[in-house]
């Protein structure tokens, strides 16, 4: 058992606080030779960052990935991966810890606060050290090694749903994922949760979202059927990021309320001899008894509201007296916004680790 590592062949451990000096990932078990540079992680660290827009924390990291080892130059000049661990560093250099001299000695309802302390016996309340969503920006950095093992396979997150406010599922479009703050792709839904967000913000409160995930070009036969699955590892994935309470694979609970032949994805001949089958639907999210099938795989990941608002609420302090509890600083008004990045790394995480161990196994296929 470990506490802060994830994966089986690709196995990822991320270490440091929100308002430590840095934090980062040490990812070992990456194939050797694959092209890879401070440049190629920078794009996704960009997309996490804060500070982007004032629908997220005003908090101000450039979010910089050092690779302190894992990588070499091989006979062109090339900057690969070596097959050794890669270790992966962010600093801090915006971090205001006074901002939570506050509640130093009383529990944030909802936040972790009171867990650590049961478990622990000690806490960093400074922005809620491993508990904050900050230390998902090692996992990004980590997804985006990933993604240089399954090139063949692309992935897009974006909010599905904001405030319980869902987009239309006639109106996506991908492009406009990148044209608002929100990853949103309806921009009509991006207009609606502006208003939800700034009204949000200002009364000192916040909002939940659903983010949903489709990677396309994953080939049947990645996963394993009992305590492999392919879609059990993505939910296991999806619920350890900061702020997530539910992960549906396909359709997730909707299919509980199909009957079998509604529920069934129907299966036809492939246009030639030897081509994969053609299949009517979906709703199983691309795998079946834990194995991809060669369709896309979907996810949808739930984030609760920020626990960290202005807003009073009633809580105890760590004597068990009653007190009353906001939270100053820089906090994200909806957390599932920037939680967006976060699911499309651990997607890709996940992925590449079911490649290799798919090779692992059968390696003549």
């Not at 960009?46 to 450039?62: C, H, L, N, V």
């Not at 529920?263 to 001899?273: H, I, T």
């Not at 651990?346 to 090779?359: F, G, I, S, T």
């Amino acid at each position: 058992m470990s506490w802060n590592t994830f994966g089986r062949v690709l196995r990822f451990t991320t270490w440091g606080e929100s308002h430590g000096p840095g934090l980062g990932a040490v990812l070992d078990g990456c194939p050797p030779g694959l092209p890879l540079s401070a440049k190629d992680i920078q794009p996704f660290m960009d997309a996490r960052k804060p500070g982007q827009s004032k629908f997220t924390t005003q908090r101000k990291e450039a979010d910089a990935v050092q690779i302190l080892s894992g990588v070499f130059e091989d006979a062109s000049g090339q900057q690969v991966t070596t097959g050794t661990p890669i270790h992966l560093m962010i600093e801090n250099t915006d971090q205001r810890s006074k901002d939570y001299s506050e509640i130093a000695a009383s529990y944030r309802p909802g936040h972790a606060d009171y867990a650590y302390d049961a478990k622990y016996g000690i806490r960093d309340y400074r922005g809620g050290g491993r508990s904050s969503a900050r230390e998902t920006a090692a996992r990004v950095a980590a997804g985006a090694v990933a993604r240089r093992i399954i090139p063949e396979v692309s992935i897009t997150a974006y909010v599905c749903e904001l405030g319980g406010d869902a987009i239309e599922r006639d109106a996506i479009n991908y492009e406009e994922i990148a044209r608002n703050p929100f990853f949103c792709p309806d921009s009509w839904a991006a207009v609606r949760w502006a208003e939800k967000v700034e009204k949000a913000r200002k009364d000192g409160s916040s909002l939940g979202a659903v983010v949903e995930c489709v990677a396309t070009g994953v080939p049947a036969g990645w996963g394993a059927p009992v305590y492999a699955k392919l879609d059990s590892d993505l939910a296991s994935a999806m619920m350890s990021i900061n702020a997530v309470k539910g992960v549906e694979i396909g359709d997730g609970f909707e299919a509980a309320r199909l009957t079998g032949e509604d529920n069934a994805d129907a299966m036809s001949p492939g246009e030639k001899e030897g081509d994969p089958p053609v299949f009517a639907s979906n709703h199983a999210g691309g795998t079946a008894g834990g194995i991809s099938t060669g369709q896309p795989v979907v996810c949808r990941v739930a984030f609760k509201p920020t626990s960290s608002i202005l807003t009073p609420v009633p809580s105890i302090t760590s004597n068990g007296e009653a007190t009353e509890v906001r939270t100053r600083g820089r906090h994200d008004p909806c957390v599932g916004i920037r939680g967006t990045p976060v699911v499309e790394a651990m997607m890709a995480l996940v992925l590449a680790d079911h490649k290799m161990l798919h090779r692992a196994q059968i390696a003549t296929r």
